[in-house]
Nanobody
Framework: QVQLVESGGGLVQPGGSLRLSCAAS????????MGWFRQAPGKQRELVAR???????AYADSVKGRFTISRDGATNTMYLQMNNLKLEDTAVYYC???????????WGQGTQVTVSS
């Protein structure tokens, strides 16, 4: 099973930017999508951005226009560029991979993003 490791989180002021990375332990093989999820304290995990194997992105309304998802197939790495961060973006961010059977049951440790003044 491919392991995904998230990094790049941190503390940032409102309006700031961060770039998250998701590194795969090996080639991911065939898949339908990769995605970034987040979970804030007391809330359910939500999908904020995904990218198809063909490179087509899709975003949750809450992050549209502020976040950009991308993927580098050569290095098996996915990114999430987050601009104009808001207080409500504070969460642990996770990456995952979806195959025809659905999103993987494996979740890494995630990376903490804290937006605070």
């Amino acid at each position: 099973q491919v392991q995904l490791v998230e990094s790049g989180g941190g503390l940032v002021q409102p309006g700031g930017s961060l770039r998250l990375s998701c590194a795969a332990s090996r080639s991911m093989g065939s898949f339908t999508d990769m995605g970034w999820f987040r979970q804030a304290p007391g809330k359910q995990r939500e999908l904020v951005a995904r990218i198809t194997s063909g490179g087509a992105p899709a975003y949750a309304d809450s992050v549209k226009g502020r976040f950009t998802i991308s993927r580098d197939g050569a290095t098996n790495t996915m990114y999430l560029q987050m601009n104009n961060l808001k207080l409500e973006d504070t969460a642990v961010y996770y990456c995952n991979i979806r195959r025809p059977g659905g999103w993987s049951d494996y979740w890494g440790q995630g990376t903490q993003v804290t937006v605070s003044s």
